[in-house]
């Protein structure tokens, strides 16, 4: 398998939910992934519903800010905060936003075969430690919250929130994951002037990409080891977002090669894994 190169013009969009309506800024055709799709879709109180037709992908809604209604024909499902919901290839779907609004991720990818709808509740996720739990030592310590993982039957997508703790470094020890899954992390809850580093390499000696990272902006990982850094008295936290190589076999969470000076200590991601308890 040929990997993607790892270079900045293809792989930092900045400040992906500056536009209203829907907006898809990361796809194979214009940045360096080769299965993810990634957008936004920032509606105001009032707006129209916004309809979407994903042809051959599958899709993970994820509500980073407001509240939602998606509609899948004569269903209706309510997202809050952090809720997320798969829907599967060839169903389009409609979001309206209530309230004060709404802002969506969108994640897709192709997939050949069809799974079933399903809603997965942040409440729900935060009561189950397999899907909810901390990770790292001091100087690494965050919390991980997988949205669409072991808990969702898919083809290709994964995807979770992580918190870090103020100055702290997340993705640590690094690691990669590229044979199985390419990645984006999008930067989120992170109100100015927080901001962190992002370092993206298979060059240990001359990182590849090290670039300041602020809420909105996206890092595509389609190769190498990615850990980053909060600034002191910040947090890092983004919604991280994967796309299987082969659909269904290397959907995994968790399975990855730990950058071999740091590797002692495992990768941290152990509880995530399917099977874990």
């Given amino acids: 398998m040929t990997l993607e190169p790892i270079r900045p013009q293809t792989c930092i969009i900045r400040n992906t939910a500056a536009a209203k309506g829907r907006n898809l800024t990361v796809t194979p055709e214009t940045t360096a992934t080769r299965h993810l799709h990634y957008g936004r879709i920032v509606l105001d109180a ?3 519903a916004v309809s979407v037709d994903p042809g051959s992908r599958e899709t993970g809604l994820i509500c980073l800010k407001g509240s939602a209604t998606v509609g899948l024909g004569a269903d209706r499902y309510t ?3 952090y809720d997320a919901l798969y829907i599967p290839r060839a169903t389009p779907f409609t979001v309206e936003p209530v309230r004060l609004g709404c802002d969506l991720a969108e994640i897709s990818a192709l997939v ?10 942040y409440q729900d996720v935060q009561k189950d430690a397999g ?3 901390k ?8 919390t991980i919250n997988i949205l669409l993982g072991k808990n969702v039957s898919a083809g290709r997508i994964v995807a979770g929130v992580t918190f870090s703790a103020p100055g702290n470094w997340t993705s640590w020890p690094p690691h990669e994951h590229a044979e199985m899954l390419e990645e984006a992390y999008l930067y989120i809850d992170m109100p100015a002037p927080a901001f962190g580093v992002q370092f993206v390499y298979t060059n240990t000696g001359d990182p590849e990409i090290a670039t300041f990272v602020r809420d909105g902006d ?3 990982m389609p ?3 990615h850990p980053n850094v909060a600034a002191p008295g910040s947090c890092i936290n983004f919604l991280w977002m994967m796309a299987a190589n082969r659909e269904g076999v290397d959907r995994q969470f968790g399975v990855v090669n730990v950058q071999p000076e740091f590797a002692g200590g495992g990768s941290g991601l152990e509880k995530g894994q399917a099977g874990a308890k």
Wanted: hydrophobic share 40%; proline share 6%; charged share 20%.
């Fill in 223 to 225: 190769n190498g080891y």
């Fill in 79 to 81: 997202l809050d905060l």
């Fill in 218 to 220: 996206v890092v595509l």
């Fill in 46 to 48: 009032g707006d129209e």
């Fill in 131 to 133: 899907l909810h739990f």
């Fill in 112 to 121: 050949e075969r069809s799974y079933p709808v399903q809603f997965v509740a």
């Fill in 135 to 142: 990770a790292g030592a001091p100087g690494s310590e965050r």
